[in-house]
């Protein structure tokens, strides 16, 4: 079990590789975890020691340097099994403007944006941009830093004026900044299993009860939102998110499991947001309501997830 890391997730990816190995061991697997800390340069363990003692790597990591194809990579490197999506997958699904791309090239809806890159923001002319942008996008827009998750790194600005320090912030991340216009609606997540054969979970509804969208403080703050689980839409409306959430795992390449974020405007329009390729695992996460609510327990998961990684190890010549 690999948790933990150097990313703004952290403390998250920690208690979702604690609850994984709890439930792994109750089912009497041989799992250990290991912080990814420990096997980082300067680290108590070695990726060679890890090759010799581990059959396949749980990865229950969030965030930089975990969920962007960087361990995913070193494991393959090593021929280490690991669950979750590939380099590719996680790389591309970590950068929220790459991800846009991808959907879109797959005749994916989403919300008009644009992208200032790291590379401009310190020579950009922000008066006369947001000039542009107005008459563009409109108001409000979001502000994102493309590689951060958890909601890290994100703005909702209403107008000119609260433009200048809203951009200060996010541009603090020091990454590509997505502009996007801001979409009023109602927010969904849909989970989906599977490496060929794709399986839809029963759609979460996001209601935030701190803000007016899933803040980092509406996820995370006790009672910040209600997480309603199967969503209160019309079986055709579920269907068709259900379709999207897999639409976006097929474009990206995900594998084993992702989990896509969809707004829905009060016109029905639906908006796909981003697409996480290693969803939390907390006891209030939102992949475990939906295994719940499909009558999964997070032992049954874990034990799913480890069978493809072992599987796909042996496609790929790895070590099982």
Not at 111 to 134: F, G, I, K, M
Not at 189 to 216: M, R
């Amino acid at each position: 079990m690999l948790s933990g890391g150097y990313s703004t997730e952290r403390e998250v990816s920690l208690r979702s590789g604690a609850a994984v190995l709890a439930a792994l061991q109750a089912r009497g697997h041989d799992a250990k975890g290991l912080d990814l800390l420990d096997l980082l340069p300067g680290g108590t363990v070695t990726l060679g020691e890890l090759a010799t003692a581990a059959d396949v790597v749980f990865l229950a990591l969030h965030g930089a340097g975990g969920e962007d194809g960087c361990v995913q990579g070193m494991l393959e490197l090593a021929g280490l099994p690991y669950t979750g999506s590939g380099v590719l997958a996680s790389a591309t699904a970590m950068d929220k403007a790459a991800t846009k791309r991808v959907y879109r090239s797959s005749g994916l809806p989403v919300a008009p944006d644009q992208v200032v890159s790291a590379s401009e923001l310190h020579t950009l002319d922000l008066a006369a941009w947001v000039s542009r942008l107005e008459g563009e996008l409109g108001w409000p827009v979001v502000l994102k830093a493309v590689g951060q998750g958890s909601t890290h790194g994100i703005e909702v600005v209403r107008g000119p004026e609260g433009m200048t320090d809203a951009w200060a912030r996010v541009s603090e991340f020091g990454e590509d900044i997505l502009v996007e216009r801001f979409i009023r609606g109602r927010e969904f997540t849909v989970s989906v299993w599977g490496d060929v054969e794709l399986q839809a979970l029963p759609v979460v509804e996001i209601v935030p009860k701190v803000a007016d969208y899933f803040t980092l403080e509406a996820k995370y703050q006790p009672g910040g939102a209600d997480e309603i689980v199967p969503a209160r839409l019309p079986a055709a409306v579920a269907e068709r998110l259900a379709d999207l959430g897999m639409a976006a795992h097929r474009a990206l390449g995900c594998l084993g499991v992702s989990r896509t974020d969809i707004l829905l405007d009060d016109e029905g329009h639906a908006y796909l947001l981003e697409t996480n390729t290693l969803p939390g695992l907390t006891e209030g996460s939102l992949l475990p309501k939906a295994l719940r609510a499909a009558g999964w327990d997070l032992g049954t998961y874990a034990e799913r997830m480890i069978a493809w990684a072992l599987a796909r190890g042996i496609r790929q010549g790895g070590r099982t």
